[in-house]
């Protein structure tokens, strides 16, 4: 059975953005970064590769993986001559690592598409040395705005992140970023997207998102080649009750870090 066409719901260069989208992008590596220093980083899902030469450029190495083969190509050309980036086909399920070889791993929005992401998490603790950590970024399901992508398996709430991967890391934190909107604009859009939803008129496929995005935000704008340093705003995501349901924020990170056992 052939993988989705992942190309088509994926952040690319080019892609016609909001502001908010891209300060989200940005956010994601942004976090990454105080981990990356001088260490050995495997991103998961990397996509069209945005964020892999902004690791690099503290990070020892970064192996960039994805399924799908448009997104590599993208990501091998923006990567090209960069002597520490290195980028593969990658099932998340079968990663190609020797145990305790890396660490950080990063999984950014990608793990509600795994058929099995119990497996993911195995194979990220194998691949982990003591003290490593693997990073995970999901929109929060919570979030009364949410629309789900095409190609779903699963989404996790804040407590079912907690509870599946503390069956293996026993240190195991959630954050929140980009806290949700109040205001009387905030609340219209909220439910002009609402019943967008219920209807059905958001289209999976990310150009013809960007094409509605024009019609009712206004102002977007091409996504770049690459991340870099200060491109945008970010605020530290905030450290969440990890028993709870969250519905302040839209962004969900877990850090799990693996702590010596022996």
């Given at each position: 059975m052939s993988n989705p066409n992942y190309s088509e719901i994926t952040e690319a260069p080019g892609l016609q953005s909001t502001q908010e989208q891209l300060e989200r992008i940005y956010h994601r590596y942004h976090f990454a970064k105080q981990f990356a220093v001088g260490k050995n980083v495997v991103e998961i899902a990397c996509g069209a590769g945005m964020g892999l030469s902004y690791l690099a450029s503290v990070a020892h190495s970064v192996a960039g993986g994805d399924i799908d083969d448009t997104?590599?190509?993208?990501?091998?050309?923006?990567?090209?001559?960069?002597?520490?980036?290195?980028?593969?086909?990658?099932?998340?399920?079968?990663?190609?690592?020797?145990?305790?070889?890396?660490?950080?791993?990063?999984?950014?929005?990608?793990?509600?598409?795994?058929?099995?992401?119990?497996?993911?998490?195995?194979?990220?603790?194998?691949?982990?040395?003591?003290?490593?950590?693997?990073?995970?970024?999901?929109?929060?399901?919570?979030?009364?705005?949410?629309?789900?992508?095409?190609?779903?398996?699963?989404?996790?709430?804040?407590?079912?992140?907690?509870?599946?991967?503390?069956?293996?890391?026993?240190?195991?934190?959630?954050?929140?970023?980009?806290?949700?909107?109040?205001?009387?604009?905030?609340?219209?859009?909220s439910l002009i997207k609402r019943i967008a939803l219920k209807l059905d008129l958001i289209p999976g496929s990310l150009n013809l998102r960007a094409y509605l995005k024009r019609i009712f935000i206004g102002k977007v704008f091409p996504l770049p080649k690459s991340i870099t340093e200060n491109m945008t705003d970010y605020s530290p995501p905030i450290e969440l009750d990890a028993r709870k349901k969250n519905t302040t924020y839209k962004i969900l990170y877990i850090v799990s870090e693996k702590l010596n056992t022996h």
């Open positions: 997104n590599l190509k993208i990501a091998k050309e923006n990567c090209a001559g960069i002597k520490n980036i290195s980028i593969d086909k990658i099932d998340a399920h079968h990663l190609p690592f020797a145990d305790n070889s890396c660490d950080l791993i990063l999984l950014y929005e990608a793990i509600y598409y795994f058929q099995n992401p119990e497996k993911f998490i195995e194979e990220s603790y194998r691949i982990l040395r003591s003290g490593g950590k693997l990073i995970i970024c999901s929109v929060n399901k919570d979030w009364k705005d949410f629309h789900p992508s095409p190609f779903v398996n699963k989404y996790f709430s804040a407590p079912e992140f907690h509870s599946i991967l503390n069956n293996k890391f026993k240190n195991v934190k959630i954050y929140g970023a980009f806290e949700i909107e109040k205001g009387i604009k905030s609340g219209v859009f």
